[in-house]
């Protein structure tokens, strides 16, 4: 299994829009619409925000949104808010029932 | 709605074996096309894929455990279970347990709380 690739952290001011990138290669991210994106805060479980790419389960906030190109998927987060300050985990399907997660980001709200 | 919970020891002995039960409420593995994972997360350290089995036993493991671990489903107590053997420190994480989608794939989303597990002597 190939790992994903993350930047280390990401940060923002209150109102304003950023975005997390995830590479991978053609045997995850680029050869399959299986991303996924989750939030965890310190202390607590993972939660799903986005599924198969740009798919929001319900109840999650429509400020987060997913993207694929090529072998990189991206997290946006828009109209940043104190409490998206967490860690973000992409993770992708790698063939053969298997998965990658990514290494994690950490965004901060300045 | 469907909530899991995972239960066991804490502590595990270096070079014994680690066992973990997830408990699904909620709704019924048996009657379910999910499949249902295992994923740990070392203390300070990032997630990672130990594996999956649908509700008729069939697993998929992550190749860098497959060795040591084996993972089980009971359908008559709505659980299922993990075994990871020949433990090292490298092991201490907390330990999730969660719902895949359908036919194994899709996202995780369902995920209990974590029980942490800490190897050492």
């Known amino acids: 299994q190939s790992a994903l690739t993350q930047p280390a952290s990401v940060s923002g001011s209150p109102g304003q829009s950023i975005t997390i990138s995830c590479a991978g290669t053609s045997s995850d991210i680029g050869g399959f619409i299986l991303v996924s994106w989750y939030q965890q805060h310190p202390g607590k479980a993972p939660k799903l925000i986005i599924s198969?790419?740009?798919k929001r389960p319900s109840g999650v906030s429509d400020r987060f949104s997913g993207s694929k190109s090529g072998n990189t998927a991206s997290l946006t987060i828009s109209g940043l808010q104190a409490d998206d300050e967490a860690e973000y985990y992409c993770?992708?399907?790698?063939?053969?029932?298997?998965?990658?997660f990514g290494p994690g980001t950490r965004v901060t709200v300045l | 709605q469907v909530q899991l919970q995972e239960s066991g020891p804490g502590l595990a002995k270096p070079s014994e074996t680690l066992s973990l039960t997830c408990s699904v409420s909620g709704g019924s593995i048996s009657g379910d096309s999910h499949y249902w994972a295992w994923i740990r997360q070392p203390p300070e350290k990032g997630l990672e894929w130990i594996g999956t089995i649908s509700n008729s036993g069939n697993t998929y493991l992550n190749p860098s455990l497959k060795s040591r671990v084996t993972i089980s489903v009971d359908t008559s107590k709505n659980q299922f279970s993990l075994r990871l053997n020949s433990v090292t420190a490298a092991d201490t994480s907390v330990y999730y347990c969660?719902?895949?989608?359908?036919w194994g794939l899709g996202a995780f989303d369902i995920w209990g709380q974590g029980t942490m597990v800490i190897v050492s002597s």
């Open positions: 993770c992708s399907y790698a063939g053969s029932s298997s998965y990658v």
């Open positions: 198969e790419v740009n």
């Open positions: 969660a719902r895949l989608g359908s």
